[in-house]
């Protein structure tokens, strides 16, 4: 089993950065495709980005060129680096762990963090 427990977010106006951390125990993500998630008020939570074992990114819509994600295997951490932060990026931002030989970052992930609270002021 897999903990995961993401720290990081808060208050930031519009234009400003964030990084957002998720840290896991249990088992090492090096062994996981892991992902970013975000739900934002009375929306459907959705995938922001996503990163393989193997190396191989994907990003979503807006985080195009604005996030960066990426994994520091030693501290057994993933991190989500986002820019140019817009109002419309207000969420709770949630990390997420798939297990199994195939990367597929819009299906099923096994493990899920608590989430941690993104607010972007105008």
């Known amino acids: 089993q897999v903990l995961l427990a993401e720290s990081g977010g808060g208050l930031v106006q519009a234009g400003g950065s964030l990084r957002l951390s998720c840290a896991a125990s249990?088992?090492?993500?090096?062994?996981?495709?892991m992902a970013w998630f975000r739900q934002a008020p009375g929306k459907e939570r959705e995938l922001v980005a996503a990163?393989?074992?193997?190396?191989?990114?994907l990003y979503v819509g807006s985080a195009k060129g604005r996030f960066t994600i990426s994994r520091d295997n030693a501290k057994n951490t993933m991190i989500l680096q986002m820019y140019s932060l817009t109002p419309e990026d207000t969420a709770v931002y949630f990390c997420?762990?798939?297990?199994?030989?195939?990367?597929?970052?819009?299906?099923?992930?096994?493990?899920w963090g608590q989430g941690t609270q993104v607010t972007v002021s105008s």
């Open positions: 997420a762990a798939q297990y199994g030989a195939t990367w597929t970052p819009g299906g099923e992930y096994d493990y």
């Open positions: 990163s393989s074992y193997g190396g191989r990114t």
């Open positions: 249990g088992r090492a993500i090096s062994a996981y495709h």
